[in-house]
C-alpha cells in the first residue's frame, strides 16, 4: 500500500532555480529514501535519511526529515536542464520493504 | 548503468501470447523485486526474492508468474495478459531488505498488451 506521497504533483522552473518538493507519510519509519526517474527508465536512488536524522546533504541536494511531522523535503539547488525527471519518496513500512509515492514531475527550463 | 539490467526493454504482446522479462544483476545483492509502473500510480511491489526464496507476493494475478534460479537472475513470465498490464515493469535488487539500504533498479521493460 502506498506510504509516501509527494507533493506537488508537477513543478516547472527556470534553469538555476531552486526546486523544492516535499513528502509526507502515514506511519512510522526506520528511514526515508529519494529516487530520481528520467523518462521511462529506471530509478536511480538519490540519499537516504535515517529516522533519527533532521537533514543531509549530498551535491546539490538537500533533504530533511521531520518525524514529528511525518514529512520529508528535497531541495535542488542551482537546477539544471539534466535535473529534469521524476522524484520519489519512499519509505520502509512496517513490512521493511520500500513503499513509493507516485512521484514529482520536475521540468528545469533552459 | 545501475548493474541491473533488463531485457527486453520493449515488448507488444498479444493477450494469447506467453513471453518472460528478464533481470540479471551483478553486484552480488541477496535481494530482488519486480515492480509495476503503471502511468500516474505509485510504483507497485509484486514480488520480492530473498537468497532466493520467494517472501512477497503481493496478490498479483496468476498470469504473471516470476522465477528466481539463482540470486543473480530474476524472470517474470507472463501469459494471457490484459491490456491493463500495459506499465513498465521495474527489476531491482538490493543487499538486504530495501527498507535499510537502497534498491538499485534496472531500466524497465516497457510492457503493451495488444
Known amino acids: 500500500s502506498q506510504q509516501g506521497e509527494e507533493d506537488p504533483q508537477a513543478l516547472s522552473i527556470q534553469e538555476g532555480e531552486n526546486a523544492t518538493m516535499n513528502c509526507s507519510y502515514k506511519?512510522?519509519?526506520?528511514?526515508l529514501q529519494w529516487y530520481r526517474q528520467n523518462s521511462g527508465r529506471g530509478l536511480v536512488h538519490l540519499i537516504l535519511?535515517?529516522?533519527?536524522?533532521r537533514e543531509k546533504h549530498s551535491g546539490r541536494l538537500r533533504v530533511t526529515l521531520d518525524t514529528s511531522k511525518k514529512s520529508s523535503s528535497l531541495l535542488i539547488t542551482a537546477s539544471r536542464a539534466a535535473d529534469t525527471a521524476s522524484y520519489f519518496c519512499?519509505?520502509?513500512?512496517?513490512?521493511?520493504?520500500?513503499?513509493f509515492g507516485a512521484g514529482t514531475t520536475v521540468t528545469v527550463r533552459a | 548503468e545501475t548493474g541491473v539490467t533488463q531485457t527486453p526493454r520493449h515488448l507488444v504482446m498479444g493477450m494469447t501470447n506467453k513471453k518472460s522479462l528478464k533481470c540479471e544483476q551483478h553486484?552480488?545483492?541477496?535481494?530482488m523485486y519486480w515492480y509495476k509502473q503503471s502511468a500516474k500510480k505509485p510504483l507497485e511491489l509484486m514480488f520480492v526474492?530473498?537468497?532466493?526464496?520467494?517472501?512477497e507476493n503481493n496478490s498479483v494475478p496468476s498470469r504473471f508468474s516470476p522465477e528466481c534460479p539463482n540470486s543473480s537472475h530474476l524472470f517474470l513470465h507472463l501469459h494471457t495478459l490484459q491490456p491493463e498490464d500495459s506499465a513498465l515493469y521495474l527489476c531491482?535488487?538490493?543487499?538486504?531488505?530495501?527498507?535499510?539500504?537502497?534498491?538499485?533498479f534496472g531500466q524497465g521493460t516497457r510492457l503493451t498488451v495488444v
Open positions: 531491482a535488487s538490493s543487499q538486504g531488505w530495501t527498507g535499510f539500504t537502497e534498491a538499485f
Open positions: 506511519t512510522s519509519i526506520n528511514n
Open positions: 535519511i535515517r529516522s533519527n536524522e
Open positions: 519512499a519509505t520502509d513500512a512496517y513490512d521493511y520493504k520500500l513503499s
Open positions: 553486484l552480488g545483492h541477496n535481494a
Open positions: 526474492y530473498s537468497l532466493e526464496e520467494r517472501v
